[in-house]
T-cell receptor
Framework: EDKVVQSPLSLVVHEGDTVTLNCSYEVTNFRSLLWYKQEKKAPTFLFMLTSSGIEKKSGRLSSILDKKELSSILNITATQTGDSAIYLCAVVTGNQFYFGTGTSLTVIP | ETGVTQTPRHLVMGMTNKKSLKCEQHLGHNAMYWYKQSAKKPLELMFV???????ENNSVPSRFSPECPNSSHLFLHLHTLQPEDSALYLC?????????????FGPGTRLTVL
């Protein structure tokens, strides 16, 4: 059965810390991996990863895919309180999207 | 405000009621999706429509009935729901239903079944 597992489930850090969120997957016919940030309601898109070893970067956020290890990490440097959210990982196979349960990040001042 | 809107934002219904959730996207996309998000569970994909044709139905109970009259609108008709159906229902759209398209989500409808 295809599945996506995220770790840790929750994380509390202080402003300025760097965090690393993990997503591992076991799926057949992998196509892409996506990261989303969900603050209140609608998840907002962060990154789409299709190729192994190529880092995608957006400001303080970066992500990389390791197809050998069947995993991806999302890094956030110099965290701010506005980074507090649930970070969702999704793996796409054909037309199926499999989401993990998310990592709840809380950044305290 | 995103390019995907959902109404209503909150809905409380009894088990014998019939109601509908509405989703509209203003992005010119051709694929639309319904997801269910329950507490402490992953988002569950319920239905996928690609160019108005239903392409996926992930073993969803028949008390949930989707309708996609055109590429911009998607409905989820609800009848004789159970309390365990209480959840956040998210609609999303993407350029097409292929794997390399990011999805844009609506704000969701918080459904409570009494």
């Amino acid at each position: 059965e295809d599945k996506v597992v995220q770790s840790p489930l929750s994380l509390v850090v202080h402003e300025g810390d760097t965090v690393t969120l993990n997503c591992s997957y076991e799926v057949t016919n992998f196509r892409s991996l996506l990261w989303y940030k969900q603050e209140k309601k609608a998840p907002t898109f962060l990154f789409m990863l299709t190729s192994s070893g190529i880092e995608k970067k957006s400001g303080r956020l970066s992500s990389i895919l390791d197809k050998k290890e069947l995993s991806s990490i999302l890094n956030i440097t110099a965290t701010q309180t506005g980074d507090s959210a649930i970070y969702l990982c999704a793996v796409v196979t054909g037309n199926q999207f499999y989401f993990g349960t998310g990592t709840s990040l809380t950044v305290i001042p | 405000e995103t390019g995907v809107t959902q109404t209503p934002r909150h809905l409380v219904m009894g088990m014998t009621n019939k109601k509908s959730l509405k989703c509209e996207q203003h992005l010119g996309h051709n694929a639309m999706y319904w997801y269910k998000q329950s507490a402490k569970k992953p988002l569950e994909l319920m239905f996928v429509y690609n160019f108005k044709e239903q392409t996926e139905n992930n073993s969803v109970p028949s008390r949930f009935s989707p309708e996609c009259p055109n590429s911009s609108h998607l409905f989820l008709h609800l009848h004789t729901l159970q309390p365990e159906d209480s959840a956040l229902y998210l609609c999303a759209s993407s350029q097409t239903g292929l794997a390399y398209n990011e999805q844009f989500f609506g704000p969701g409808t918080r459904l409570t079944v009494l």
